[in-house]
């Protein structure tokens, strides 16, 4: 499995990990993936979201249900 969110694209970054005496060394860094149950199409599926995308589907979920309210 690709570490990918399924909802930003969100992938890995990669750079230089830096010593007290500045040696470059190859470093990778990965997205906070989440696996989440949602329902896609009235069907239950388990995607990888990253924890950002989480928060931001949360939050527009509560503004959803009040607007519907």
Do not use: Y
Not at 19 to 37: G, I
Request: with cysteine.
């Amino acid at each position: 499995m690709s570490r990918v969110c399924a909802v930003s694209g969100k992938k890995p970054m990669s750079g230089n990990a830096r010593s007290h005496s500045l040696r470059a060394t190859r470093r990778k860094w990965s997205p906070n993936l989440q696996k989440v149950h949602v329902i896609i199409d009235g069907k239950p599926q388990t995607i990888k979201v990253s924890a950002r995308a989480l928060r931001t589907m949360k939050g527009n979920a509560k503004k959803a249900t009040k607007a519907a309210e």
